[in-house]
């Protein structure tokens, strides 16, 4: 056991005095990356975040917007001098070089000793030569950057569980690439958009998307590129909120399920096509962040052979159902709903193509159409078949995921997490054994509320009152939808009507037996 090594450094000390260079760090889970390590890591030195101008900001305004978010509410408010340790350095993962100037190139040789590479683009239906620009050009400058770091201990670099999804089985390794990487960088630089969106489908084969294909490629190539580095790989599976760190059900965007749920809550998405049975392979940010910083320490300080390679997942130690996620979802938005709402939040999954195809035209087509009418004729831009097309493509995305199941095999995490001190395994916790499910729904619900849509915890019994609204609207419409059905067969069937005068006759009997008290 680690705790009986006299020779054991904890985690948190042995960033003491380190300088990390982060790429990412602006995204989701780099900016959970970033507080975590300066929370958690009181002695590292400094943080280096490449960062690119974005809607006519500076990086200087895009670093000052950054760590005035609401994630960093807790060290603004315990440590805010932990904050000054953030340097941004001006770059583009897009660039030759990274686009980093000679000088900044010679500063991070010089100071950094670990890096953590999480820059990618997660588009699903992202088009190839941007998403082999990024998530593989991207990772070969990077590993040429890393080359010239004089004092580099670790370099983890962020994958994804499911650029192996045409496995089902995926054990910690780096599995043979369906191409050569180098062939595939070559073929796009040279070729038109048009050409390499054509031929798209058929490289990318039997995986689903753009972001999956160019993930697997990239591992090969670091393996490849990166020679004597020191390189670990986390591969975390779907990514959701927070589960407590620095606050329970963090969320700042719409990717992946959060779309879908945040929708669903204001009831006007509710029909999706899904396998209940299946195993939806969720893992809070959080948690694939503390392993991060444990894979950077454990590789750094044990010096493993190779480039080792962790499944950050949930489905062998403590999985949940798509049927359980989407009930507990549910639950929560009943219990916590969301202001304005459209509709009351119900709906279905459905394993049948033509049944969701007919629920969802029924459902979000139509309905959407006739509210953008209502919209016109008010004098307002229509809005929600807009709105509802990009539910729908958002939806599309998420099939693939929602229909299939995998078995990640997670024996290197678990041996990480033996590896570490009683401490260090409460401050940087990974075990995802210990989610409690329906409560961290229940978070990430209220912190699609809070953090999404603004909504303040004051506004909550009004959104209960017209909830309830909502409820007895949403009854009403549909037995009115069954009496309607009931009068058409009707009036069409004979046989209906002589079934429904027996029905009532056989109740008056029932009635008239009952003895009087």
Known sequence: MATANNDYVPVSQFFQNRSVFVTGGTGFMGKVLVEKLLRSCPGIKNIYLLMRPKRGQDIDTRLNELINAPLFDRLRRERPTELNKIVPILGDITEPELGISQADQEMLARSVSVVFHSAATVKFDEALKLSVTINMVGTKRLVELCHKMMSLEVLIHVSTAYCNCDREEVSEIIYPPPYDPEHIINCVSWMDDSLVDVLTP???????????????LAEHMLLKESGNLPVAIVRPSIVLSSLGEPVAGWVDNWNGPTGIIAAAGKGFFRTMLC?????????????????MICAAWRTATAKPNGITVYNCCTGQQNAITWKDFVQHSFTAMRKYPLGDLLWYPDGSCHSNWVTNTLFSFTLHVLPAHIMDIFSRLAGKPPMMTKVQGKLDKAAKCLEYFSTRQWRFLDDNVRMLNQCLSQEDRAEFAFDVSKIQWSKYIEDYVLGIRHFIFKDHPNSLPAARKQLNKMLWLHRMTRLMLVLLVWRAIMLRSQIARKLWFQMIEIMLRVVRMIPYV
Do not use: C, M, Q
Request: charged share 25%; glycine share 4%; proline share 6%.
């Open 275 to 291: 396998h209940e049975d299946k195993v939806a392979d969720l893992v809070p940010v959080d948690v694939v962040i503390n392993l």
């Open 202 to 216: 058929k490289l990318i084969g039997s995986r689903p998307n753009t972001y999956t294909f160019t993930k697997a």
